[in-house]
């Protein structure tokens, strides 16, 4: 962050500060409202009303009160991205994607994690939007993958890692539902992903 001699933040810097802070305040209220009332019975009027702000405003950081849960989709989808870039030297492009989705998945508490996935399971509209979200994500790790591993030669595979990848988070997380969060969601993705992993070195031995 850039500061003046005095040690002031800059007007750049401070808007962009007040920005991040605001929209904060936004997700937050909006998933309090979402938890005590429901998605569709709360209004947009009542989240900007809420967390102090005009409705005009909203608009500047969210297109839908749906946008508020979205959004919390999409920036998993970069801290995957950006973990898989830093995968270790020796690892393979599915343990790299496991290791960061595990990292990622982790630093979340089990019950905020219950509570984001019943309010996205009570909405369809959402539900039906987070289907895309799961090819953006598959996108975004795919071109983490080739990033870390640039040989022309192996980016049909690294795509497939990546179509697996997703699929293994999926059937976690919907383990994760049925089960309650009895089991760390951490765990059952290591069960995912283990499960692709044994299911592709069988074949290999059967074939």
């Known amino acids: 962050m850039r500061k003046s001699e005095r040690g002031v933040e800059t007007g750049g810097g401070l808007r962009e500060r007040k920005k991040r ?13 979402f938890l005590q009332k429901g998605i569709d019975r709360t209004t947009l009027d009542e989240i900007a009303e809420a967390a102090g702000i005009s409705r005009r405003t909203f608009f500047y950081y969210f297109a839908s009160k749906d946008e508020i849960l979205l959004s ?12 898989v870039r830093k995968a270790s030297p020796t690892s393979t492009p599915i343990d790299a994607v496991r290791d960061a989705v595990v990292s990622v998945c982790s630093a979340i508490p089990t019950a905020d994690m219950i509570e984001m996935d019943w309010l996205m399971r009570t909405s369809p ?3 039906a939007r987070k289907q895309v979200s ?8 795919f ?15 690294l795509r497939i890692v990546a179509m697996l990848s997703v699929g293994a988070m999926r059937i976690a ?7 309650q969060g009895t089991r760390p969601m951490a765990e059952l993705l290591v069960e995912a992903f283990d499960s ?4 592709v070195r069988l074949g290999d031995t059967r074939a």
């Open 125 to 127: 509209s959402v539900q």
């Open 143 to 157: 071109e983490a993958l080739k990033e870390r591993w640039p040989d022309p030669e192996r980016s049909t595979a």
């Open 21 to 33: 802070e605001t929209k904060k305040r936004i997700t937050e209220t909006g998933i309090a409202l």
């Open 196 to 199: 692709v992993v044994r299911e």
């Open 173 to 179: 997380g919907d383990m994760f539902n049925r089960e």
């Open 72 to 83: 919390l989709q999409s920036g998993i989808g970069e801290m995957l991205s950006d973990a």
């Open 134 to 141: 799961y090819v953006q994500q598959e996108g975004e790790i």
